[in-house]
């Protein structure tokens, strides 16, 4: 799997767009972006992934970048319940062999009232 | 909604003691996984299986062991626990093909005393 790049920590204020970038430079043509987050004591949540095509769903945007080299998450309208480790990851769909999921250190979005 | 609900969210045992974690998905996911996740040591994969009665070593299976007895259930056992498995343990499922990601449980938080 392809190694990721994030920024340790960022902040928001409430309300405000929460853009979280990630640097994915080594990607191969079979490997998609996912982006999970995790709150504190709590299972990792999906929230979205995508191959080379932007991505929306109810919980947030994914753009990858045109050479797939990097791709940033964007949560619309942040809120105090959006803080959370943020891992992105880059891996190829599960197939019999690879089914293992590494996260990174991930980042560390602290929403500001 | 994928639901992967995990029997306890918080477990206390003592040494030498034979522990079971149970794990139930809803969406008649193929693919079920058991990590354990430490601070500085990331989402470890200790056991994994893709089919009934199927099981797959992970990285860190010594100490462990796992039954699925049926497809919406995966079970961890530790045989005698030690101190050392004092940790987060996560449960995830997923489908054997196809991008679709994992989805996680809410944890188990044991303290082996």
């Known amino acids: 799997d392809a190694k990721t790049t994030q920024p340790p920590s960022m902040d928001c204020a409430e309300g405000r767009a929460a853009n979280l970038p990630c640097n994915h430079s080594t990607i191969s043509g079979n490997e998609y972006v996912y982006w999970y987050r995790q709150i504190h004591s709590q299972g990792p949540q999906y929230i979205i992934h995508?191959?080379?095509n932007n991505e929306t769903n109810e919980m947030a945007s994914l753009i990858i970048t045109e050479d797939r080299k990097s791709s940033t998450l964007i949560l619309p309208h942040a809120t105090l319940r959006d803080t959370a480790v943020y891992y992105c990851i880059v891996r190829d769909p599960p197939n019999f062999g690879n089914e293992k999921l590494t996260f990174g250190t991930g980042t560390r979005l602290t929403i500001i009232p | 909604d994928v639901k992967v609900t995990q029997s306890s969210r918080y477990l206390v045992k003592r040494t030498g003691e034979k522990v079971f974690l149970e794990c139930v998905q809803d969406?008649?996911?193929?693919?079920m996984f058991w990590y354990r996740q430490d601070p500085g040591l990331g989402l470890r994969l200790i056991y994994f299986s893709y089919d009934v009665k199927m099981k797959e070593k992970g990285d860190i299976p010594e100490g462990y062991s796992v039954s699925r007895e049926k497809k919406e259930r995966f079970s961890l056992i530790l045989e005698s626990a030690s101190t050392n498995q004092t940790s987060m343990y996560l449960c995830?499922?997923?489908?054997?093909?196809?991008?679709?990601?994992?989805?996680f449980g809410d944890g188990t938080r044991l303290s082996i005393l």
């Open positions: 995830a499922s997923s489908l054997l093909f196809g991008s679709q990601p994992q989805h």
């Open positions: 995508g191959l080379k």
């Open positions: 969406m008649d996911h193929e693919n």
